[in-house]
């Protein structure tokens, strides 16, 4: 399976790069949930992040990258 480098956005993975799997438009998903697992008394919650576009610095060419969404 394939998946791109993609970069997270504020919340608790901002500022990481992590692979993304691809879906079958060879692009990566518009909503991405990671599950965080339950942790003594923390319960288990689900992070939810949203597909942004990253546009280079001469506005041309574009990427995808993930922003989170507290209200998820």
Known sequence: MKSADTEFIGGPLD?????????MMHSVPKVYRVPVPAYGDTPAVTLVYRRA????????RYRWRYEYDPEG
């Open 15 to 23: 500022g990481r790069v992590l692979p993304v799997p691809l879906g």
């Open 53 to 60: 576009k990253e546009y280079g610095p001469k506005g041309g």
